[in-house]
Each structure stands twice: as structure tokens, then as C-alpha cells.
């Protein structure tokens, strides 16, 4: 990680010369070029060799950060919980600061994001939609903005589902300050995401920059009321570019506050008006997403009585059981559900479908 670190912290280098630098050397070698070195990557067009400076005070101040708590973490690339969608990007974060559980990074996610100044009846639709999403058991994604940022992340925390704030700050900054009670909610139920060092202020420029870490999370994104000029589009159009799923909401034709998600419509993003609409869509991919991660993390069970928790397979069907009838059956909060469904998933002996969950094989 160190390496990492160090790398990042040069002067002149960004994710996307880093990604490209190392397709030719390994990060040890490329960290001693950017000690050592620096005139070598300037010969290979990377960076200018005067430009080139390693900040060290930097790099001790994000390990002590990273040492100050057992929830502190920073992941990069190649560390075995770096989110594999993440690293489809063409300028892949080279660090993640996280605050949360790391396990929820295996989590398939859907991103919410749209206006800012949303009207009542966008805050009510992005709360409902997130809500039903988290209890569907996918992650909700979203940048802590107020308007339709903050009741998307409400939304499912308040079904005590799993919600993922990606800052345009550096990790302990709270931005904006009104949401300090959301950030630590988020931060008890989901994980805090920034690519920025710690203590780095609000600048203009980071928040579209992290837009593209909101929508390359997330086997999706949803739109809900964006004017034409509205910076939701941004992470629109970053999904698009990123192969993925792009959905709208549409809005009042009467008033400019959702022609942003009209557009997105006419140019083939599916209309959204209850979560089944993004579950059915989603589903394939959602199996594609697990399967990664169970060859990734090489999980396997054979025997459903090893299982740490086979009481609550017992009470998924081998038809669509929803969500609440498992909850209502196992007699354990939705919370704990959800975290050992994805197990379960993970393992192979259930998967998520619209309405619910299905028993794979007999246990």
C-alpha cells in the first residue's frame, strides 16, 4: 500500500497515467522511478521531470489516518476489495479512503443522484425508490449533495439498508455541513468514499470529478429531477460512457425542473416510475456482478450444513420469497437479513430476483 501511497502523492501523476504506466512496469518500479527517477517517466511522455515531487508528509498523514481506527481503510487497485466495476474505468481512483465496512463493497449498487434545489415531490419519489432498492438489497449510491442526494441515502437508511456517500472532499471533511447526522448515519450503515486525501476542503472542480466514481460503483444510475444544466447529468452521461445503465424518472412537462431527465429518456434511458422497473433490468447484471466476486474472493460451501447461518435458507423458497417473509420467518431484523442473504448469494445457495429471493439447490 505504501507504494501506492507514494505514487499518488507525486506531483504531476493522475489515475489515468497511472493505470497507463503500469501496463509497462510494476508499482514497485514505478515507484522507485518516481523517487529515483523522475527523468526516465519524463522520457516516456508520463510527466515532467521538473514537476515531479513526492509529498511524504502527505503519505504519513493518510497512514495515521488509516491507523486512528479499525473502520479507517485505504484500498487501492490491486488490494483484493478494490470494487472490480471500479477497475473497468479508464482512470481508476489509484486510492479509495473508505469509513465503513469493507464487506459492503461486494454489495451490488444502483446510484441516485438529481437536482439539488428538487422539488417535494422529487424528495419524496428519490426517498421511496432508495428505500425500496436497499430493501431489495442493493447498495444506494450517492455524492451527500442536499436535494435528491440526501433523500436517496435517507431513504435507505431509514429501512436500515446499505447506502455509499462518495465525497468531492477528502474523507473527514463533512460537506455540506447541514448533513453531519447523514454522514455518520451513513457511515454506521454503509461506507464514506473519497479518492481525496484527508483534510482536502470543498473545491468546485472535485465534485464532478467524483461523479465518475458514483456512477462507475454502480451497475446503474437513476436520475431523478435534473434541469438541463443540472450536474446529475454529468454522472449521467459518465455511466453511459461506462457501459452502464442509465434510468429516469419523468417530471412535471410544465416546468424546466426534470427536462434534464427527458432528454436522458429520448436518448434511450429507461423510464422509471417503481424500483421492479430497475430490479428487472438489473437482475442479470446483479448475477454477472456476484459471480465476479465469488471467483474473485474464491468463496465456496458445499454443504448447507456449514453454513454459519442454514436457519435462514430455510426460510427463503424455491420460488420468489419476498424480502419481508424472510425477515417475518427468521425472526431477525432486516439488517442482519440482508448481510447474510448476500452470503448466502455469494455462495451460491440463493440469488436475488424481482420480488425477492430464490433457493438455488437443495440443502
Not at 493522475?14 to 512496469?25: E, V
Not at 508499482?27 to 511522455?45: F, I, N
Not at 445503465?245 to 412537462?253: C, K, L, Q, S
Amino acid at each position: 500500500m505504501v507504494d501506492w501511497l507514494i505514487v499518488s502523492s507525486a506531483s504531476g501523476l493522475g489515475p489515468a497515467r497511472i493505470k497507463q504506466l503500469l501496463n509497462a512496469m510494476t508499482m514497485a518500479e514505478l515507484r522507485d522511478k518516481v523517487e529515483h527517477e523522475p527523468a526516465a517517466l519524463a522520457s516516456m511522455g508520463a510527466v515532467s521531470s521538473k514537476a515531479m515531487s513526492v509529498n511524504f508528509a502527505l503519505v504519513e498523514r493518510a497512514l495515521n489516518w488509516q491507523n486512528s481506527d479499525p473502520l479507517h481503510h485505504i484500498i487501492y487497485p490491486q488490494h483484493a476489495m478494490y470494487p472490480p466495476l471500479l477497475n473497468e474505468l479508464s482512470d481508476p481512483p489509484s486510492l479509495l479512503f473508505i469509513k465503513g465496512e469493507l464487506n459492503h463493497l461486494l454489495v451490488p449498487s444502483i446510484a441516485i443522484v438529481g437536482s439539488r434545489s428538487a422539488t417535494q415531490s422529487g424528495l419524496t419519489i428519490a426517498h421511496q425508490l432508495a428505500s425500496e432498492l436497499a430493501l431489495m438489497g442493493l447498495n444506494v449510491v450517492s455524492g451527500m449533495a442536499i436535494g435528491i442526494d440526501g433523500a436517496a441515502h435517507q431513504g435507505a437508511l431509514d429501512v436500515n439498508g446499505r447506502s455509499f456517500a462518495v465525497l468531492g472532499t477528502g474523507i473527514d471533511i463533512i460537506y455540506p455541513k447541514r448533513h453531519e447526522r447523514l454522514y455518520h448515519a451513513i457511515y454506521q450503515q454503509g461506507c464514506i468514499i473519497s479518492e481525496f486525501w484527508p483534510q482536502v476542503k470543498p473545491y468546485a472542480g472535485n465534485f464532478p470529478r467524483r461523479n465518475r466514481i458514483i456512477s462507475g460503483l454502480s451497475l446503474g444510475t437513476l436520475v431523478v429531477e435534473a434541469a438541463r444544466k443540472s450536474g446529475s447529468l454529468i454522472t449521467a452521461r459518465l455511466a453511459m460512457e461506462q457501459g452502464r445503465e442509465v434510468f429516469a424518472v419523468p417530471g412535471n412537462i410544465l416546468t424546466g425542473q426534470s427536462q434534464g431527465c427527458h432528454d436522458l429518456l429520448r436518448n434511450g434511458a429507461k423510464l422509471v416510475d417503481n424500483a421492479q422497473d430497475i430490479v428487472e433490468e438489473l437482475a442479470a447484471l446483479c448475477h454477472f456482478h456476484l459471480e465476479q466476486v465469488k471467483s474473485r474472493h474464491h468463496i465456496e460451501v458445499d454443504k448447507a450444513s456449514d453454513l454459519p447461518f442454514a436457519s435462514l435458507l430455510a426460510s427463503v423458497g424455491y420460488e420468489t420469497t419476498p424480502i419481508d417473509v424472510v425477515v417475518e420467518h427468521s425472526g431477525k431484523t432486516i439488517e442482519l437479513v440482508l448481510e447474510q442473504l448476500l452470503e448466502l448469494e455469494l455462495q451460491g445457495w440463493v440469488t436475488a430476483v424481482p420480488g425477492g429471493y430464490v433457493k438455488l439447490k437443495r440443502s
